[in-house]
C-alpha cells in the first residue's frame, strides 16, 4: 500500500503532512449535542488562513425527529456550499458521516458554519461533530 506524505487540497496544491502541526487542528473535533434547539458549530475565520474540513457528521439520539425533515448546512462565511437533510423518517441510531479525502476550503478569512435546524420534538436529540484544520 502506497504511503502518501502530502494532502491534496481542494484548490489543487498541496500540503506535506509534516507542516501540519497539532496546533492547526481544533482541539478535538467540535462537537454538540441539541434537544429540540437548532445548531450552529461556527469557527470563526482568521485573516489569511484557511479552514480545511476534513469530516462531517450527524446522529440522531433518543426519540424520531419528527413531522419534518431538518436541514443540514455548511456555510463559507455567509455562502451554503453544503445542503441536505435529515429525514423526518429518522429514529435513534440513524446517523451520516461524510469524510473528505479531498478536504473542503473555506475562502481564506471566512468563519466556517454547520448548522441544522430544530428537530421540533423534545427528547429528539441531534449530535453534530466537524473535524477542522486550518493553513
Excluded at 45 to 70: E, F, H, M, P, Q
Excluded at 81 to 100: E, H, Q, R, W
Amino acid at each position: 500500500m502506497p504511503r502518501y506524505d502530502y494532502l491534496v487540497k481542494s484548490d489543487g496544491t498541496t500540503v506535506n503532512l509534516a507542516d501540519i502541526t497539532s496546533a492547526d487542528y481544533v482541539t478535538n473535533p467540535m462537537t454538540i449535542v441539541s434537544d429540540n434547539t437548532a445548531i450552529d458549530l461556527t469557527q470563526a475565520g482568521t485573516a489569511g488562513k484557511s479552514w480545511y474540513i476534513a469530516y462531517a457528521n450527524w446522529r440522531v439520539r433518543g426519540s424520531a425527529v419528527g413531522a419534518t425533515d431538518l436541514s443540514v448546512l455548511i456555510l463559507d462565511g455567509a455562502t451554503t456550499i453544503y445542503d441536505s437533510v435529515i429525514p423526518k423518517t429518522s429514529i435513534d441510531g440513524t446517523n451520516l458521516s461524510m469524510a473528505f479525502p479531498i478536504p473542503i476550503k473555506i475562502t481564506a478569512g471566512n468563519a466556517v458554519h454547520f448548522t441544522i435546524t430544530a428537530s421540533g420534538v423534545t427528547g429528539s436529540q441531534i449530535e453534530a461533530n466537524l473535524g477542522l484544520f486550518q493553513k
